[in-house]
Each structure stands twice: as structure tokens, then as C-alpha cells.
């Protein structure tokens, strides 16, 4: 039986994994790297520790006994981030990631020169030109930092820049190009003309389930097709089970990301609506919190992230629990605020560590259900269930305050690593030895664990989503203010 590989360059962590061509596990890798904040507003990486691990992964995948029936490697990775490149792949600056609003100045002058009607002329919504757009960094590097700019040959993906160093060719897909295409699948003309030369540093485009080339030469699992792919959430998506039209998902990792696969396109302000690609249209509201910000709350409270949120575990909220805001880097979907800024409100000297991590947890929920509700609007339906995977949903009692807060049954299903086993299903599919990617994806994909709402608990977390909704219009000229 034959193999596939799957890599997924998270923004903590790379994760890889060997499957058999029935989903069966026979291997996998898992690294973190840092994460570099020189400056307030900045996030940073260095893509040599990406290229580092993708290494070690085949390395270490190489010496397994099915090493050499692998049949085709899938390759994903966090979305809006950027590697300035010479043309030799070399990085000429650290790869400015998903989280840094460095570019928020630059990215409002851009988003003002197109009007809504032009974005959905041009996009097929209106997406907004904000901190995390390839056009924005571009702009603020040539502001910036002229001398890379000027040596600048390529701007790329994460997934794209390790796809080019295995096989040599630089290639992107229109899927991940958010902002940048429309409802064609090529680049919109119109967005790119407001940065001079753009175009020219944008790599060219081909289907996600194209094969981009094989593996070059001198490098473990040299020949073997590797598949041009596409960003985290939609690999991640049919890691979760996720292809078909009226499914919904949460991917709970250091974000949140909301999606609902629709036909129906309302074009609302705040979600993004992807073209249409192989009958999947998707409407996504990646948010900037989830993991992360329990990440911050355990080291604010000197835990580590298991035992902050086995604090909470057991601990019940009430109506008048504190609540939080989760926007420590900004807010993307829906809000797109790169002001907005964690708040805490309701506290008292009664409360502890545990009504932090309990509020910080709420939060996130409260965030991604802020999303999903904008995402039904601009897909016009709304789902029975919401399917969900990643790293957030490991904690039975942060799944149930989601099925609480999104009325309605919240499905864990066995999506360990779903962006890395995404990318073997559609590895799979590039190589042909995947016929359907909805097929695959219900099929290698099973349910954990169903959470059911809870009436007390849905009509708690309706009242306090009401609250928190208005906590962040009220202190949002606030937060406007302390960032100067």
C-alpha cells in the first residue's frame, strides 16, 4: 500500500506525518520555534527554523520501512505570513507572520483607494486591505527597509518558500492568495496596481492539487511529487471532515479560524469569501485569539497551558464572572481592528487565576462565535452542527462552552495535526491515488466526542455575548487612544 506525507508549518510549531493510503498513521514529527516580538506590534520568524524541521521531518521519515512506498507530500502552513526572498531563495529579512500589524498605516491608505464596489468587482467581496495583506508588507517594507525591497525577488508564502527549496520551482496557489485574486483564480489587477511592481514579486499560480514538482535531488525522498497545496485553513478544514456544502468548522489553534462551506455569496463586511474552487466555496473568519491567548494568561498566572486550563476545568461560570476581551495582537475576522487591545472587565478581590483562565477561555469562544455569526449571514444558512479540530479542543470543558455559545452540538472529531493530515489527503488527491477530497475527508476523518448544549448554559452565554459584544464598542475609542 502506498504512502503519503503530510507537513503542516504552524505558527508554534511544524507538524508532520506518515500515513498509509487509508488515513492509518505510520509515522509523525512535531517541533516548536520561536517566535520573535522585537517590537510592540511585530511577530517574526526565522524560515530557516521551518526549513530546519521540514529536514529533520524527512530525515526522520526517510528511515521508516514504508519510506520508500511514499507517493506524493503535502505541504500547508499559516496564511499571511511573508517571506522576502532574493532569487535565490534566500531570506533577505525574517518572514513578518499572520500576527504583525507593523503594516496597519500602510494597509489603511491602500484599503482607502478601493471602495466596496471596487473590492467586490475585483475580489468577489469586499475583503479589506489590512496589516496582514501581502500588498501592505510590501508597502511597508519599501518605507521601510528600501535596501530589502530592492533586493526583493520573491514574496511568499511559508508553504510556497519550502515548496520552492524541495523542488526548485517557485509556484503559489490562488486558494491561499487571499485578497489578491478573484473570482477567476488569478490575480485581480486592480489590487495589485496599488503597489508599484507587485505583481512581479508574487509567484505564479496553479491548482492546489497540482503537483509542483518533485523532490530535488540530494534531498530525502528525492522524485517524489510534491503537491503545490494551499493555506492551513482549508488543509485543516478536510483534516476536520469538513468538504461539503452547509458543513462548518472551528479550527482551535494559536487562533481561531471559522468556516462555512456555502454557494451563497452575501458579501458581508468582515468575513472572507473565497472563489469558488472545485464546487467549495468558503466563508472564513480567521480571528487573531485562541490557543495564544491561553498560552498568555498560564504564563501571566506561572502555569503551563494544561494545568491553566485544568484550573478552570471545574470551575462555573456565573453571571457575573469577569469577562475578557482576547485581542492582545489586534482582532482580525470579524472586526479587523488592529487597535483593538485584551481587556478584562467585572473583576473583583474574590477572583484568582482560575476566573482568568476561565474568562480568557470564554473569550476566545465568545470570539468565534462573533465570527460564525457573520459567516452565516454572508453564506445564508446556518449549520446543524459545528466540526471541530486542533489543539483548543482538547479540553472537554472548552468544547462544551462551544456548544453552548454556537447553540448547538459542537462535534470533536480525531483531528490531531489536521493541517499536516489534510495535506496527505490532498497529496493524495494530487497524486491520484485520492479520487474526492469530500470523500476522503468523511471518510479518514471520524467523530471523537459530540458535545450537546446546554439549555442553562446556551441562555448564559446568549446574555453574556451580549455584554461582551458591548464591552468591546465601548472601550474600543479607549483602546484607539492608548495606541496612539
Same mark, same amino acid.
Given at each position: 500500500?502506498?504512502?503519503?506525507?503530510?507537513?503542516?508549518?504552524?505558527?508554534?510549531?511544524?507538524?508532520?506525518?506518515?500515513?498509509?493510503?487509508?488515513?492509518?498513521?505510520?509515522?509523525?514529527?512535531?517541533?516548536?520555534?520561536?517566535?520573535?516580538? *522585537?517590537?510592540?506590534?511585530?511577530?517574526?520568524?526565522?524560515?530557516?527554523?521551518?526549513?530546519?524541521?521540514?529536514?529533520?521531518?524527512?530525515?526522520?521519515?526517510?528511515?521508516?520501512?514504508?519510506?520508500?512506498?511514499?507517493?506524493?507530500? %503535502?505541504?500547508?502552513?499559516?496564511?499571511?505570513?511573508?517571506?522576502?526572498?532574493?532569487?535565490?531563495?534566500?531570506?533577505?529579512?525574517? &518572514?513578518?507572520?499572520?500576527?504583525?500589524?507593523?503594516?496597519?498605516?500602510? !494597509?489603511?491608505?491602500?484599503?482607502?483607494?478601493?471602495?466596496?464596489?471596487?473590492?467586490?468587482?475585483?475580489?468577489?467581496?469586499?475583503? *479589506?486591505?489590512?496589516?496582514?495583506?501581502?500588498?501592505?508588507?510590501?508597502?511597508?517594507?519599501?518605507?521601510?527597509?528600501?535596501?530589502?525591497?530592492?533586493?526583493?525577488?520573491?514574496?511568499?508564502? *511559508?508553504?510556497?518558500?519550502?515548496?520552492?527549496?524541495?523542488?526548485?520551482?517557485?509556484?503559489?496557489? $490562488?486558494?491561499?492568495?487571499?485578497?489578491?485574486?478573484?473570482?477567476?483564480?488569478?490575480?485581480? =489587477?486592480?489590487?495589485?496596481?496599488? @503597489?508599484?511592481?507587485?505583481?512581479?514579486?508574487?509567484? @505564479?499560480?496553479?491548482?492546489?492539487?497540482?503537483? &509542483?514538482?518533485?523532490?530535488?535531488?540530494?534531498?530525502?525522498?528525492?522524485?517524489?511529487?510534491?503537491?503545490v497545496g494551499t493555506m492551513d485553513a482549508w488543509a485543516s478544514m478536510f483534516g476536520v471532515g469538513v468538504a461539503r456544502e452547509g458543513q462548518t468548522m472551528d479550527l482551535s489553534g494559536t487562533s481561531e479560524v471559522l468556516g462555512l462551506i456555502s454557494s451563497t455569496r452575501n458579501n458581508t463586511p468582515g468575513a472572507i469569501t473565497f472563489a469558488p474552487w472545485r464546487g467549495i466555496t468558503l466563508h472564513a473568519g480567521p480571528t487573531a485569539a485562541g490557543g495564544a491567548a491561553l498560552d498568555w494568561v498560564a504564563r501571566l498566572t506561572g502555569h503551563g497551558v494544561a494545568d491553566a486550563a485544568a484550573l478552570a476545568e471545574d470551575l462555573p461560570l456565573r453571571a457575573g464572572s469577569p469577562l475578557f476581551l482576547p485581542h492582545l495582537a489586534g482582532e482580525r475576522a470579524p472586526l479587523w481592528d488592529t487597535q483593538?487591545?485584551?481587556?478584562?472587565?467585572?473583576?473583583?478581590?474574590?477572583?484568582?487565576?482560575?476566573?482568568?483562565?476561565?474568562?480568557?477561555?470564554? %473569550?476566545? @469562544?465568545?470570539?468565534?462565535?462573533?465570527?460564525?455569526?457573520?459567516?452565516?449571514?454572508?453564506?445564508?444558512?446556518?449549520? =446543524?452542527?459545528?466540526?471541530?479540530?486542533?489543539?483548543?479542543?482538547?479540553?472537554?470543558?472548552?468544547?462544551?462552552?462551544? !456548544?453552548?455559545?454556537?447553540?448547538?452540538?459542537?462535534?470533536?472529531?480525531?483531528?490531531?495535526?489536521?493541517?499536516?493530515? %489534510?495535506?496527505?489527503?490532498?497529496? %493524495?488527491?494530487?497524486?491520484?491515488?485520492?479520487?474526492?477530497?469530500?470523500?476522503?475527508?468523511?471518510?479518514?476523518? $471520524?467523530?471523537?466526542?459530540?458535545?450537546?448544549?446546554?439549555?442553562?448554559?446556551?441562555?448564559?452565554?446568549?446574555?453574556?455575548?451580549?455584554?461582551?459584544?458591548?464591552?468591546?464598542?465601548?472601550?474600543?475609542?479607549?483602546?484607539?487612544?492608548? !495606541?496612539?
Amino acid at each position: 500500500m502506498r504512502a503519503l506525507i503530510g507537513i503542516d508549518i504552524g505558527t508554534t510549531a511544524l507538524k508532520a506525518v506518515m500515513t498509509d493510503a487509508t488515513g492509518a498513521r505510520l509515522a509523525e514529527y512535531r517541533a516548536s520555534y520561536p517566535l520573535s516580538r *522585537p517590537h510592540p506590534g511585530w511577530a517574526e520568524q526565522d524560515p530557516g527554523d521551518w526549513w530546519a524541521h521540514v529536514r529533520a521531518a524527512l530525515d526522520d521519515f526517510a528511515r521508516h520501512p514504508a519510506a520508500d512506498r511514499v507517493a506524493a507530500i %503535502g505541504v500547508t502552513s499559516q496564511v499571511n505570513s511573508h517571506v522576502f526572498a532574493g532569487a535565490d531563495l534566500a531570506p533577505l529579512a525574517p &518572514a513578518i507572520i499572520w500576527q504583525d500589524t507593523r503594516a496597519g498605516a500602510e !494597509a489603511a491608505a491602500l484599503d482607502a483607494r478601493l471602495t466596496e464596489e471596487e473590492k467586490i468587482a475585483a475580489l468577489g467581496a469586499p475583503m *479589506p486591505v489590512d496589516a496582514s495583506h501581502a500588498l501592505a508588507r510590501m508597502a511597508w517594507m519599501a518605507a521601510h527597509e528600501a535596501g530589502v525591497r530592492a533586493r526583493t525577488a520573491h514574496v511568499m508564502a *511559508p508553504k510556497d518558500w519550502v515548496i520552492a527549496r524541495l523542488t526548485g520551482r517557485v509556484v503559489a496557489d $490562488p486558494v491561499a492568495s487571499v485578497g489578491l485574486v478573484g473570482t477567476d483564480l488569478a490575480y485581480a =489587477d486592480a489590487v495589485l496596481a496599488l @503597489v508599484p511592481g507587485a505583481r512581479d514579486l508574487l509567484p @505564479v499560480l496553479a491548482d492546489p492539487l497540482e503537483v &509542483a514538482g518533485p523532490v530535488r535531488a540530494g534531498l530525502p525522498f528525492a522524485g517524489v511529487p510534491v503537491a503545490v497545496g494551499t493555506m492551513d485553513a482549508w488543509a485543516s478544514m478536510f483534516g476536520v471532515g469538513v468538504a461539503r456544502e452547509g458543513q462548518t468548522m472551528d479550527l482551535s489553534g494559536t487562533s481561531e479560524v471559522l468556516g462555512l462551506i456555502s454557494s451563497t455569496r452575501n458579501n458581508t463586511p468582515g468575513a472572507i469569501t473565497f472563489a469558488p474552487w472545485r464546487g467549495i466555496t468558503l466563508h472564513a473568519g480567521p480571528t487573531a485569539a485562541g490557543g495564544a491567548a491561553l498560552d498568555w494568561v498560564a504564563r501571566l498566572t506561572g502555569h503551563g497551558v494544561a494545568d491553566a486550563a485544568a484550573l478552570a476545568e471545574d470551575l462555573p461560570l456565573r453571571a457575573g464572572s469577569p469577562l475578557f476581551l482576547p485581542h492582545l495582537a489586534g482582532e482580525r475576522a470579524p472586526l479587523w481592528d488592529t487597535q483593538a487591545r485584551g481587556t478584562f472587565a467585572g473583576l473583583t478581590a474574590q477572583h484568582g487565576a482560575a476566573e482568568l483562565v476561565l474568562a480568557v477561555m470564554e %473569550g476566545v @469562544v465568545f470570539s468565534a462565535r462573533l465570527a460564525l455569526d457573520v459567516l452565516e449571514r454572508s453564506g445564508g444558512m446556518r449549520s =446543524d452542527v459545528v466540526q471541530g479540530g486542533g489543539g483548543g479542543t482538547a479540553s472537554d470543558r472548552w468544547c462544551q462552552m462551544r !456548544a453552548d455559545a454556537f447553540a448547538r452540538p459542537f462535534l470533536r472529531m480525531e483531528a490531531r495535526d489536521a493541517g499536516a493530515v %489534510g495535506a496527505t489527503v490532498m497529496a %493524495g488527491v494530487a497524486a491520484g491515488l485520492i479520487p474526492d477530497l469530500a470523500q476522503a475527508a468523511a471518510a479518514l476523518v $471520524p467523530v471523537e466526542r459530540m458535545f450537546e448544549p446546554d439549555p442553562a448554559g446556551m441562555a448564559l452565554a446568549e446574555r453574556r455575548f451580549a455584554i461582551w459584544r458591548e464591552l468591546y464598542a465601548q472601550v474600543r475609542v479607549i483602546n484607539a487612544a492608548l !495606541a496612539g
